[in-house]
């Protein structure tokens, strides 16, 4: 079936420093791949997105360009704020699941000034 | 965007007392909504699809006596915790799929806090 692999955190990193965080997935088909952000308390909010190879989903400075060659969907961002501190979840979608989504475990990202 | 909420952000009950969760879809349809698990620290677990019409679909482990869903309406979904207990204390939240773009995206509501005492 479907999977998605995420590097764990905790991941700590200083404010303007680069952030990276690794996701690779293994699916049936062109699944649509998807980050979201979940800052304490919250649900979840939809970062960016890529639906097919080679696409690059950006925002709010954060970016990740679908490999399928790779199988991978890295998230990064160049200079992080402290209010980047969140946990980011990789996740997929195939259109053969009916829009299920399957997540990675989750990346917590802690961002010190 | 589309807009997904939920009803109530935080409950507490006692153990042994039903709890419902609603998740309602504001500005647009879903003839279907997933509804997730997530324990502290932890990634989503995906509970169960809410079929809009028709039966729930269950993941495999749910218990579907326990998680009562009804999707009565193409905007509203409902989860039902049924005699409750201490370990059902969870963060759950619902999903559901857009039809405007074809492109699978989700919208998420902001998640339920239970608390079972």
């Known amino acids: 079936g479907d999977s998605v692999t995420q590097m764990e955190g905790p991941v700590t990193l200083s404010e303007e420093a680069f952030l990276t965080i690794n996701c690779t997935y293994t699916?049936?088909?062109?699944?649509?791949l998807f980050w979201y952000v979940q800052y304490p308390g919250e649900g979840l909010q939809l970062l960016l997105k890529?639906?097919?190879?080679?696409d690059k989903g950006s925002n709010k400075g954060f970016e990740a360009t679908y490999r399928k060659e790779t199988t991978s969907f890295h998230l990064e961002k160049g200079s992080v704020q402290v209010s980047d501190s969140a946990v980011y979840f990789c996740a997929l979608s195939g259109r053969a699941a009916g829009n299920k989504l399957t997540f990675g475990g989750g990346t917590r990202v802690l961002v010190k000034p | 965007g589309a807009v997904v909420s939920q009803h109530p952000s935080r409950v507490i009950c006692k153990s042994g007392t039903s709890v419902k969760i609603e998740c309602r879809s504001l500005d647009f349809q879903a003839t279907t909504m997933f509804w997730y698990r997530q324990f502290p620290k932890q990634s989503l677990m995906l509970m169960a699809t809410s079929n809009e019409g028709s039966k729930a679909t269950y993941e495999q482990g749910v218990e579907k006596d326990k998680f009562l869903i009804n999707h009565a309406s193409l905007t509203l979904s409902t989860l039902t915790v049924t005699s409750a207990h201490p370990e059902d204390s969870s963060f759950y939240i619902c999903?559901?799929?857009?039809?405007?773009?074809?492109?699978?995206?989700?919208?998420f509501g902001p998640g339920t806090r239970l608390t079972v005492t």
């Open positions: 890529a639906t097919k190879a080679d």
């Open positions: 699916a049936t088909g062109y699944p649509s």
């Open positions: 999903s559901a799929p857009g039809t405007t773009n074809g492109d699978n995206e989700q919208y």
